[in-house]
T-cell receptor, first 112, second 111 residues
Framework: NAGVTQTPKFRVLKTGQSMTLLCAQDMNHEYMYWYRQDPGMGLRLIHYSVGEGTTAKGEVPDGYNVSRLKKQNFLLGLESAAPSQTSVYFC???????????FGDGTRLSIL | GIQVEQSPPDLILQEGANSTLRCNFSDSVNNLQWFHQNPWGQLINLFYIPSGTKQNGRLSATTVATERYSLLYISSSQTTDSGVYFCAVVDYGGATNKLIFGTGTLLAVQP
């Protein structure tokens, strides 16, 4: 049982480049989330989805876009990467609001 | 918004010692989870515990929702317990399902 899988695990970008982070879950969960973690801090919500075809903004959405075309996948896009987006990105999913969120292993992204 | 505070901020233990980590939250919650972030950065789910008590091996947790706190107990600590322990809650009246994380407790277990 893979759970939540994130790809890639590491990436280095130059300022202005674009990229997409992929999150896949095999638990048939309705809800999916993208968080970022900066040094010495807890996680902050970027965007989330309450079901296939839906997305919504979280706490720190600026500079990111998301899509949920398939229930099992949640994509996070950076259209024009900036050094301030250097962070560790975590994807999570759960089946309902009052159920635990399950996290992937994270993607370490550096923007030079 | 809801505030989550963890104490102590850091802790050094000798292997075999016991410890208690505390999480205080400022309002009613719909979800409370404890995580261990290991030195490789992975977030490991320890407990989903919006109320009551649970045990898993050497770890146990208790949440008293009416008094707005949760405790994580680590007994007979091992060096592999080192890392950061996060408490996270979902605001019961919030607009999103986001987990709100505390600032964590950094635990170092020395051999």
């Amino acid at each position: 049982n893979a759970g939540v899988t994130q790809t890639p695990k590491f990436r280095v970008l130059k300022t202005g480049q674009s990229m997409t982070l992929l999150c896949a879950q095999d638990m048939n969960h309705e809800y999916m989330y993208w968080y970022r973690q900066d040094p010495g801090m807890g996680l902050r919500l970027i965007h989330y989805s309450v079901g296939e075809g839906t997305t919504a903004k979280g706490e720190v959405p600026d500079g990111y876009n998301v899509s949920r075309l398939k229930k099992q996948n949640f994509l996070l896009g950076l259209e024009s990467a900036a050094p301030s987006q250097t962070s560790v990105y975590f994807c999570a999913s759960n089946s309902a609001i009052n159920q635990p969120q399950h996290f992937g292993d994270g993607t370490r992204l550096s923007i030079l | 918004g809801i505030q989550v505070e963890q104490s102590p901020p850091d802790l050094i233990l000798q292997e075999g010692a016991n410890s208690t980590l505390r999480c205080n939250f400022s309002d009613s919650v719909n979800n409370l989870q404890w995580f261990h972030q290991n030195p490789w950065g992975q977030l490991i789910n320890l407990f989903y515990i919006p109320s009551g008590t649970k045990q898993n091996g050497r770890l146990s947790a208790t949440t008293v929702a009416t008094e707005r706190y949760s405790l994580l107990y680590i007994s007979s600590s091992q060096t592999t317990d080192s890392g950061v322990y996060f408490c996270a809650v979902v605001d019961y009246g919030g607009a999103t399902n986001k987990l709100i994380f505390g600032t964590g407790t950094l635990l170092a277990v020395q051999p």
